[in-house]
């Protein structure tokens, strides 16, 4: 199944590639997280042009998890703020080593947590 190669690639690396929308040509690593079986992700950025904007235009995209690139479909999760403690604690706990830290201490900030999306793997 590809999503489970993808969960247990986000599970086991701290930079995961990423295109957002159909029009990019290269894929960007960011961090990534996996709760309950499902991945997200948090802008860091937060800038116009960000991958979380681009997916609110185009929710198509890719996620490159090694030597394999799957089609995603990004959303933003309807229980963000039920599950938004929980992936804090995931964030703390994947990246809590050296220059990462200070890192994973920012993006669990409010202003992060309201740009969390899920990355739901196509399997057709």
Known sequence: MNKNIALDYIKTNDLIGIKAGENRSTFLEIWMVVVNNRIFARSWGLAEKSWY???????????????????????????????AEVINNEYLTKYNSGHNIDYAKG????????K?????????
Do not use: Y
């Not at 609110?56 to 599950?83: M, T, W, Y």
């Not at 993006?107 to 309201?114: A, P, R, V």
């Open 53 to 83: 904007n681009s997916f609110l235009q185009d929710s198509k995209g890719q996620i490159q998890c090694g030597n394999f690139v799957f089609n995603i479909n990004a959303i933003i999760p309807r229980d963000n703020n039920e599950l």
């Open 107 to 114: 993006i669990i900030q409010t202003k992060h947590i309201e």
């Open 116 to 124: 969390t999306m899920e990355f739901i793997i196509d399997e057709s």
